[in-house]
């Protein structure tokens, strides 16, 4: 059994893993009703299976049924995930991936939001990052 989290999940165990997010936890059955255009219930189970084996789920018996929830607090997966997505397209550069979203022209950008960015640069400068 591997418990290393690998980086990489298919398309399906992204969409079971943002259900589990956002639900906090989740059964088998919560998540097959949650799924857009599901595969089986039996096919959902294993999935969960497979996310548990990697290490990306837990289990709990409540009630004679699972009770999946996170191994890892969403905000910490989120770094994992913006640390690949920084590697894959942006040769690792943070610089180049906030250049590519303010550029883009959906940015859309309040003054309040510009601000906060400023003040985090800000922030990072002092600290020396």
Do not use: C, W
């Not at 009703?33 to 039996?42: E, V």
């Not at 409540?62 to 942006?90: C, H, M």
Request: proline letters at 4%; glycine letters at 8%; zero cysteines.
């Amino acid at each position: 059994m591997s418990r290393t989290l690998p980086h990489t999940l298919s398309r399906r165990e992204r969409q079971i893993m943002d259900i589990v997010y956002a639900r906090g936890e989740a059964s088998a059955a919560g998540v097959h009703a949650d799924l857009p255009d599901p595969p089986s219930y039996s096919a959902v189970r294993a999935l969960l299976a497979i996310l548990v084996n990697k290490g990306h789920l837990k289990h709990r018996s409540e009630q004679g049924r699972y009770i999946y929830a996170p191994t890892r607090r969403r905000a910490q997966a989120g770094r994992s995930a913006l640390r690949r997505v920084l590697d894959t397209f942006f040769e690792g550069s943070l610089e180049k991936a906030v250049a590519a979203l303010l550029r883009g022209s959906d940015a859309g950008l309040s003054q309040a939001e510009l601000q906060r960015l400023g003040q985090l640069i800000q922030e990072a400068r002092k600290e020396g990052r």
